[in-house]
DNA sequence: CCCTCTCGTATGAACGTTCAAGTCGCTACT
DNA sequence: AGTAGCGACTTGAACGTTCATACGAGAGGG
C-alpha cells in the first residue's frame, strides 16, 4: 500500500539476468525479507492477501530459492547419497538401477535429491565419511547389503539416517529397511505351476547361506508342502553362472519326471534350466516349466516366466522411512508379483510368437495393487 | 610463534562433536581464515611453514570444507545434472545405467559430483529449468540424445554448460559431445568374423532411419566392400524386439549359405539371431556365426560375441570436456572393442562349457588400450 | 483504562566460506 | 634515499537464506 519509501531508482521489468534473490521479491512485493521466506515455507503464518501479493512477484521475477543458501542456513542439505558400484557384480539383472531410478523419481515429493557417489572399494566407509562430513548428504540410502556389512553399524553409531533396500539379516533389531518378500515370491510361482498343471516342481537356487537365497527357497518348499504334491521334490544348486546353472539344471531335469517345472532363485539360473532343456529337445514352456526370478529385460528378453520386483513402491516405502516421522514405518516387506510368459505355459497358445501375455508385458509400470505388510 | 594473544579458554583437544569450521582451524594454527582457506585452495600462495602447521590442524581437528557454505561463496555448485528416465524405453542393455555409474566413479578427480533427477516426461524442460534455478547443478550430462532433442538448444541459448553421451546429430555445429564409433565396432566384427573362416556375412539391423543404425550399418557395409567378399551380402531389418528379430533372422538365415554369419545391430536382435538359428538346429558359432552390439550382460549369459563400449572412457571424456577448458577437446569418438565369446567361434573349443574367452569375461573392467580419435 | 495476548510483519544475526582489498615488512631498482 | 614491488598474511564484506527475537496494532479481560 504505502510505496513511496523507496527512492532507489525502481525499475518495473526485471533488470538483469543474475537471478533474482528473495530481497528482490520482498521489495517488489513491499515486505521483508521474512515474509517472502514465509510466504514459502510457512504460508499459514502470513495474511492471505499478503501471501497473494508474494507470491505473485515470485512467479514475476521468477524466483527460486537458492539450495545452497538454504542448506546452509538450515543446516541440512536435503540430500542423500546413494552408492554406485562399478558393476563387479554387477550380475544379471540391474535391480539396483531401477531402484535408483525409482527413488529419484520419488525424490521431489520429498523435497530432497539424491546425490550418487562411488566410494572406494578398498575403504568404503571413508568413502560415505567424507560426503557425509562435507555436508553435500544428510543421510544414504543403502542398498545390496552384505553380510556382515560395515555400514550400518557405523552410521547407527553416528546417528546417521539411512535406511536400506534389503533387509538387515545380521541387525535384527534395526528397522529402518524395505524388502521383498521373496518367499512369497516363490510361493507364487509355485502355486502358479501347479495350477498350470506341471506334475512335478523342483528348485535350482544358490549355494546354501545367502540369506536372500534361503528365503527364496523357503517359498519353494512352503508350496511344496502345501499343495500336497510333496512326493519327490528334487533341488539343485549352483552359484551365479550360465554355466554351472546349465549344468546343475541338465542333473535337475535327469531327476524330474515328465511334464515337470522348475522355480529357479534368479533369471540367470532359469536361463540355465532354458538352456539344458533345449539341450535336449524340450520346448519350455510345453515340455517343462521354467520360473525365474527379478525379472529382468533377460526374462523379458527370452519369455521367461519370472518373480517381479515392485521396485518403485520399494523405493517410496524408502524415502518415508528416511525423511519420515522418527516413528512411522517400521520394517516393510513387499509382495512382488508374478510376470508370466510363455516359460511357464503349457497351451500352444504363444507359439507363433513367443508367448502370449497375462501381466504387463515389460513390467515396468511396476507396483500392481501393491500389497505390503 | 606468538601465541599468547588469545586469551579464551583454549583446549588442547578436540571439545564438542559440531563438525569443526575453518575458524576453528585458523584458530588452532594460530592463522587467519583466509590462510586456512588457502592452504588448502591455493597452497603456493602460503608460506611452506605455516601450510605444514595448518595442514596439520586440519588433520587433527578432522576439518573438510562445507559444501553449501562453498557454494555459495563461490557462485558455483561443483555439481552436474543426470537425467534418468524410469525405463520406459529401458530396452535390453543399460549402456546408460553404467555411463552414470562410471561418471560417478570419475567425479571425484573432477572436485565435482552427480546429481541424479527425473523431469515429467511431459516438460522435460522444465525439469531441467527448475534444477538449474535452484542453483543445485551447474550443468549437466546429456545422454539418450533423441531425434529433434529440445535440450541442447535450449541449454545452448542460456549458456549452460553440457556435454552429450552420444553424437548431437542435429546440431553437427556442436563439439561437446562423446560417443562410441559404432561403424568402427562393427568393422571390427566384420573382420573378426572374415579371419574365422565364416564363407558369408549378412547384417541384421534396425529399419533405415535411425542415425545410431544407420551409422553401425555402415561399418558392416564397409566391412564387406574392405574384404572382398562382396558377392552375396543380404540384410534384413527388425526393430528392436525379440520376436520380430527372431522372425527377421529366419527370413536372413533362409538367403545365406552355409557358415555364414549375421552381424547384429543389438544384443537383442542377435539373440533372434541365436533363436532362429537354434529353430533350425544349428549350433551358434559352429554352424552359423553371430555377433551383437553393446555387450549387454545377456551377451556374456548367452555366450554371444559382442561389440563392447569402452563406456569409462567416454565418461572420463565427458568429464574433461564438461568441467575442462572451453578449449581443449572438440568431440571424441572412441573406438569400441569385440568381447568374443563362444557364438562367434567355428572350433569347438567351448564345447565342454560354453565357449572359452579370448577376451575379458564380462568386459566390464573396460577400457583396454582404448583408442581415441 | 491498563494489561496481556495474539497476529502479522520486520530486524539483526548467523550459517561457513571466499573475494577484494587491505597491512606489514623486506628487497631491489632508480 | 625514496619508492615501487613483492610475499605472507589479515580483515571486512558478501554470498542468499532462515532463526530468534522484537515490534506495533488490535482484541479481549479485569
Redesign the pocket.
Known amino acids: 500500500m504505502t510505496s513511496d519509501e523507496s527512492r532507489e531508482p525502481v525499475l518495473d521489468a526485471v533488470v538483469a539476468s ?9 521489495e517488489a512485493a ?13 504460508p ?8 497473494e501479493r508474494v507470491l505473485r512477484e515470485i512467479e514475476r521475477l521468477r ?4 539450495a ?3 542448506q ?4 541440512r542439505a536435503s540430500a542423500y547419497g546413494f552408492e554406485v558400484n562399478p558393476s563387479g557384480h554387477r550380475r544379471l539383472g540391474h535391480i539396483l538401477d531401477e531402484f535408483l531410478v525409482q527413488l529419484t523419481v520419488s525424490a521431489p515429493s520429498h523435497a530432497s535429491h539424491l546425490v550418487a557417489f562411488a566410494p572406494d572399494p578398498d575403504d568404503v566407509i571413508a568413502g560415505y565419511q567424507q560426503i557425509l562430513a562435507s ?1 553435500l548428504v544428510d543421510g544414504f540410502v543403502l542398498a545390496d547389503t552384505r553380510h556382515a556389512d560395515p555400514r550400518p553399524p557405523w552410521l547407527l553409531e553416528r546417528n546417521v539416517p539411512f535406511v536400506s533396500f534389503g533387509r538387515l539379516w545380521d541387525l535384527p533389531e534395526l528397522t529402518r529397511w524395505v524388502d521383498v518378500d521373496g518367499r512369497a515370491g516363490v510361493l507364487q510361482a509355485v502355486r502358479h505351476l501347479a495350477e498350470a498343471g506341471y506334475a512335478q516342481i523342483g528348485w535350482l537356487g544358490w549355494p546354501t547361506g545367502s540369506p536372500v537365497g534361503d528365503d527364496r527357497r523357503q517359498g519353494w518348499a512352503d508350496g511344496i508342502s502345501g499343495l500336497g504334491v510333496s512326493g519327490d521334490a528334487p533341488t539343485a544348486e549352483a552359484v551365479q553362472d550360465l554355466d554351472e546353472a546349465t549344468g546343475a539344471a541338465a542333473r535337475l531335469l535327469d531327476r524330474l519326471g515328465p511334464d515337470a517345472a522348475v522355480v529357479c532363485a534368479s533369471d540367470l539360473l532359469a536361463l540355465g534350466v532354458l538352456r539344458a532343456a533345449r539341450n535336449r529337445g524340450l520346448e519350455p514352456g510345453r515340455d517343462v516349466g521354467v520360473v525365474g526370478f527379478d525379472d529382468t529385460d533377460v526374462a523379458a528378453a527370452m519369455q521367461l516366466t519370472s518373480v517381479h520386483q515392485p521396485v518403485a513402491e520399494a523405493a517410496r516405502s524408502a524415502w518415508d522411512m528416511l525423511v519420515g516421522p522418527v516413528s512411522t514405518p517400521g520394517p516393510v516387506l513387499l509382495e512382488p508379483f508374478l510376470t508370466v510368459r510363455a516359460s511357464s505355459r503349457r497351451d500352444p497358445t504363444g507359439l507363433e510368437g513367443a508367448g502370449t501375455r497375462a501381466t504387463p508385458e515389460h513390467g515396468w509400470a511396476d507396483d500392481p495393487p501393491g500389497t505390503r505388510h
Open positions: 543474475p537471478r533474482p534473490t528473495i530481497v528482490d521479491v520482498a513491499g515486505v521483508s525479507r521474512q515474509t517472502v521466506s514465509n510466504a514459502l515455507n510457512r499459514d503464518k502470513v495474511a492471505s492477501e499478503t501471501l524466483f527460486t530459492p537458492h545452497s543458501a538454504q546452509l542456513r538450515r543446516r555436508g
